[in-house]
């Protein structure tokens, strides 16, 4: 097993290499980088003085007094900000620095919100954390039971049914039911059972806890249910099928030949064999969600997490933030899947990834 962890995480290393790579590659032929947008702004406002730019305190570029921009801005001006963004040097020079930066995760600052990606970073993470782990937890609990019920009842009319209810959540696009919900019960046309915006009320942290943690549930009610509707389909037949796949062998036919409940037959040693794909497969679920699924859902119920961060910071080109967070979600994202293999041990120990090569 030792000698498996390190395999693994020495191939950590060049797939961070590769991914980080080719997105810089990829954003250099990028229109409308930050450079650019200085200038597109400067130009616009056209006006005389200081202008300030969100690379940090103290960063600043005077403007030429009465500069409208007609013919362009001057080149001294240009190379300045060219040198604010880190952009007077080759891409390949800037590459390797960044590298070298990313060793000891210093991902610098944002170009335009004056504050360090790492202090961005853990300001939005626990509003992800809380609808990822929320929504992964409640897709669990739903669609193990279920999979297992329409395991046991296969073709019945309950198993029938239950598909059918599956495939119409699973094709409704997860930001198109959050929109649904929010005209149904968010004050949109019918009912205001649920706040529009946000994880919190207003004043919510001069009150006590009990008060804080009943609004704070009152706020994830209807983003995690956004989540959870589109989520739990996939997991629900995979349960289904792992159970009936177990539940044909002959193991099961030999337990029941010697008199054994189906109760007993099902949770005791059918359970066990079904559930490792299932439970191993759990920290990547959690990792889906947590950065990718709950994108669109945090733009429309207007939550400050990282799916809404890494949107903004991908439109206006602040590589420092896009580059620092798909580090930070790719380290992470390749770390969750050696645990998921880990899991597998924990849930079947016969399993010995010592003897993979």
């Known amino acids: 097993m030792a000698a498996y962890l390190i395999r693994r995480l020495l191939l950590v290393i060049p797939t961070l290499f590769g991914i980080i790579a080719i997105n810089f590659v990829v954003v250099q032929f990028a229109p409308?980088?930050?450079?650019?947008?200085?200038?597109?702004?400067?130009?616009?406002?056209?006006?005389?003085?200081?202008?300030?730019?969100?690379?940090?305190?103290?960063?600043?570029?005077?403007?030429?007094?009465?500069?409208?921009?007609?013919?362009?801005?001057?080149?001294?001006?240009?190379?300045?900000?060219?040198?604010?963004?880190?952009?007077?040097?080759?891409?390949?020079?800037?590459?390797?620095?960044?590298?070298?930066?990313?060793?000891?995760?210093?991902?610098?600052?944002?170009?335009?919100?004056?504050?360090?990606?790492?202090?961005?970073?853990?300001?939005?993470?626990?509003?992800?954390?809380?609808?990822?782990?929320?929504?992964?937890?409640?897709?669990?609990?739903?669609?193990?039971?279920?999979?297992?019920?329409?395991?046991?009842?296969?073709?019945?009319?309950?198993?029938?049914?239950?598909?059918?209810?599956?495939?119409?959540?699973y094709a409704i696009p997860g930001f198109l039911f959050a929109i649904l919900l929010i005209v149904l019960f968010a004050g949109g046309s019918f009912l205001t059972w649920f706040p529009l915006r946000g994880l919190s009320s207003q004043g919510a942290e001069n009150w006590g806890w009990p008060a804080r943690i009943a609004d704070y549930i009152w706020h994830i009610v209807l983003p995690t249910v956004a989540l959870v509707v589109g989520g739990f389909a996939s997991l629900t037949i995979l349960t289904k099928n792992c159970f009936l796949e177990e539940i044909r062998k002959q193991y099961v036919v030999t337990a029941r030949a010697k008199g054994a409940t189906e109760a007993r037959i099902l949770y005791r040693h059918v359970f066990r064999n079904a559930m490792l794909l299932i439970i191993a497969g759990f920290p990547a679920a959690f990792i889906g969600i947590l950065f990718s699924s709950s994108l669109l859902v945090e733009i429309v119920f207007s939550l400050d997490g990282l799916g809404l961060l890494g949107f903004e910071s991908a439109i206006r080109r602040d590589y420092p933030v896009v580059f620092g967070t798909l580090y930070i979600f790719t380290l992470l994202g390749l770390v969750m899947q050696i645990v998921g293999d880990l899991m597998y041990t924990v849930v079947d120990p016969r399993i010995d990834f010592a003897s993979r090569k």
């Open 32 to 169: 409308g980088g930050p450079v650019e947008q200085m200038m597109a702004e400067l130009k616009g406002k056209g006006g005389g003085g200081i202008e300030r730019i969100g690379g940090g305190a103290g960063s600043e570029v005077s403007t030429p007094g009465g500069y409208r921009g007609a013919r362009g801005l001057d080149p001294v001006l240009v190379g300045d900000i060219k040198k604010m963004f880190g952009f007077d040097k080759p891409a390949p020079e800037r590459f390797l620095l960044m590298l070298r930066d990313y060793l000891t995760f210093n991902f610098g600052s944002s170009f335009f919100r004056g504050e360090t990606v790492v202090r961005l970073v853990l300001e939005k993470m626990p509003v992800s954390i809380s609808l990822g782990l929320w929504s992964t937890l409640l897709i669990y609990l739903v669609s193990i039971p279920l999979g297992i019920a329409k395991a046991v009842r296969d073709g019945s009319r309950f198993d029938v049914a239950t598909s059918a209810a599956v495939l119409v959540g």
